[in-house]
Nanobody, 121 residues
Framework: QVQLVESGGGLVQPGGSLRLSCAAS????????MGWYRQAPGKERELVAI???????SYADSVKGRFTISRDNAKSTVYLQMTSLKPEDTAVYYC???????????????WGQGTQVTVSS
């Protein structure tokens, strides 16, 4: 069974930094895109950043220049380095990965359990 386990959330002051990690565990054949989403209270879940298995990245306009997504394929792990954090970045952050569990099988969407990021003085 595939699981995504996140870590690294917490409370930080405006202007501060945090690094989120998400590791895929279990039995699977390959991982395609990996990404981070977030959901603030009363709002819909939104895409923050995504990285392909080839290393191409894309970001939400609201985080460009402040957040950096990266991945370590050997560790099946995706990271989100967040800098210059703002109160409006406060949300639950979810890891997402598109995973092929076996050769020739369809890609399946997996989600982490979510980690709270709070930006407040």
């Amino acid at each position: 069974q595939v699981q995504l386990v996140e870590s690294g959330g917490g409370l930080v002051q405006p202007g501060g930094s945090l690094r989120l990690s998400c590791a895929a565990s279990g039995s699977f054949f390959s991982i395609n895109d990996m990404g981070w989403y977030r959901q603030a209270p009363g709002k819909e879940r939104e895409l923050v950043a995504i990285i392909t298995n080839g290393g191409s990245t894309s970001y939400a306009d609201s985080v460009k220049g402040r957040f950096t997504i990266s991945r370590d394929n050997a560790k099946s792990t995706v990271y989100l380095q967040m800098t210059s954090l703002k109160p409006e970045d406060t949300a639950v952050y979810y890891c997402n990965s598109k995973i092929r569990v076996g050769f020739g099988t369809l890609l399946t969407n997996y989600w982490g359990q979510g980690t709270q990021v709070t930006v407040s003085s």
